[in-house]
């Protein structure tokens, strides 16, 4: 046993959590920037083309968007309300009733919206995504950078 730390792969410095912090941002910013930039060439009602030339439609619908930005944010809003000390098994359940939640929701308002009638198959079918999404962020960005740990330290819990 050596008395001179060495340094190995799970113990980043600060400044390298906050460069993944902000690259994973990053990221996710430019994607939706381009996402945006795309948009306009898909908003005409009627595409004509050549017969026998395919025609190729982009749209995004804002309540989708805005459901899988929340997947990314659920697994922080779970470690504002759990504690260190609270079971793993009670976190994931957390997290997969929110899935539920905000996917049942999001279907709801985008229900609303057309004046259509609600679907709960494509609520419930998008409440995997949403969760596959949340669980990939917590385990690849937010526990490795720390977000998670230091959000479960936030406010006055009481023990549970």
Do not use: C, N
Request: charge should be positive; aromatic fraction near 6%.
């Amino acid at each position: 046993m050596s008395l001179i730390r060495t340094p190995d792969r799970e113990s980043l410095t600060a400044r390298a959590r906050a460069a993944r912090f902000v690259l994973a941002f990053a990221l996710i910013f430019a994607t939706l920037v381009l996402a945006a930039m795309l948009a306009p060439f898909a908003q005409a009602a009627e595409v004509t083309a050549a017969a026998g030339a395919p025609q190729v439609a982009f749209t995004l619908d804002p309540i989708l968007v805005g459901q899988l930005v929340l997947a990314v944010v659920l697994p922080l809003l779970v470690g504002l309300v759990t504690t260190r000390v609270t079971s793993s098994s009670t976190k994931a359940w957390l997290l997969v009733g929110l899935s539920l939640l905000t996917a049942l929701l999001a279907e709801a308002i985008s229900a609303w919206q057309a004046g259509g009638i609600y679907d709960i198959g494509t609520g419930l079918l998008l409440a995997l995504p949403t969760f596959l999404i949340a669980v990939g962020m917590h385990y690849g960005i937010w526990k490795p950078t720390g977000t998670s740990t230091a959000l479960q330290k936030v406010g006055g819990k009481h023990a549970a």
